[in-house]
């Protein structure tokens, strides 16, 4: 149910505009504005790239999109005049009505998105792991990971192009974590901000290491607004 109206959430604009547009040069122009709005949504939800502003994008969307389609429609109406009010107006005033519950829709999800994401543990993307040159992921438990009641966790090992031995491999990506703004964490952890604004989470990566090799527990915890010392 979630998934049909997230999908809902996303083609809602573009339903709108194919129900206004009049011309095949501006209606063209703004359904492709429209579509790669979806499209970084589409891209966000299935960790196509990930970036900390996600939660924001999501939010923002019903007005970027309203945004668009207004300038559309002004563009429109400038090239070919006020629409035949009798013969269009229904399909006017529906696509209207559409919109603005939509611009609502998002109000009440940026509202909402703090709590709904406290209550949650989730898997963090393997992308948000940024890996030294040299350093290789060799195994990785992807979302079939351990996940508890507070947290999920996704097992990587790790190795090096050169050679390296576990322990050098592990020093090289601590290094590199905290040159690039990974913060310590609880329990020897580091951590770094899985969202923005509205997404307060952070992603926690434990770095251990053995005679047998380098590994990585990546960590999601539900807890929101930790902060970013321990």
């Known amino acids: ?20 547009a009049r011309t ?10 429209l579509l790669g709005q979806a499209v970084v949504l589409i891209g966000l939800e299935y960790e196509w790239w990930p970036l900390l502003a996600a939660a924001e994008l ?5 007005f970027s999109s309203l945004l668009a389609i207004l300038v559309g429609a002004l563009a429109e109406r400038r090239l070919h ?11 006017v005033g529906g696509a209207t009505a559409a919109l603005v519950c939509h611009a609502i829709v998002g109000v009440v999800v940026a509202a909402a998105y703090p709590l709904y994401l406290s209550g949650f ?19 990785d438990s992807g979302t079939a990971g351990s996940c ?10 790790i190795g090096s192009t050169g050679h390296l031995s576990p322990t050098a491999v592990a020093a090289r990506l601590r290094d590199s974590l905290t040159a690039d703004g990974w913060m310590a964490g609880p329990s020897g952890s580091l951590q770094h901000p899985h969202g923005w604004l509205l997404d307060k989470r ?29």
């Open 202 to 230: 952070v992603v926690r990566a434990f770095i251990t290491e053995s005679p047998r090799g380098a590994s990585v527990e990546l960590v999601g915890p539900e807890y929101f607004g930790t902060p970013a010392q321990p």
């Open 1 to 20: 149910m979630f998934q049909i109206m997230w999908w809902l959430y996303v083609l809602w604009p573009l339903g709108c505009w194919a129900a206004l």
């Open 58 to 62: 999501t939010v923002v969307y019903p």
């Open 148 to 157: 508890a009641s507070h947290d999920c966790t996704r097992e990587l090992s």
């Open 121 to 139: 543990a989730y898997y963090p993307s393997l992308a948000e792991l940024p890996l030294p040159s040299g350093v290789v992921v060799e195994r």
């Open 24 to 33: 095949r040069l501006v209606g063209g122009t703004v359904g492709v504005a």
């Open 81 to 91: 005049g006020r629409r035949p009010e009798e013969a269009e107006s229904h399909r």
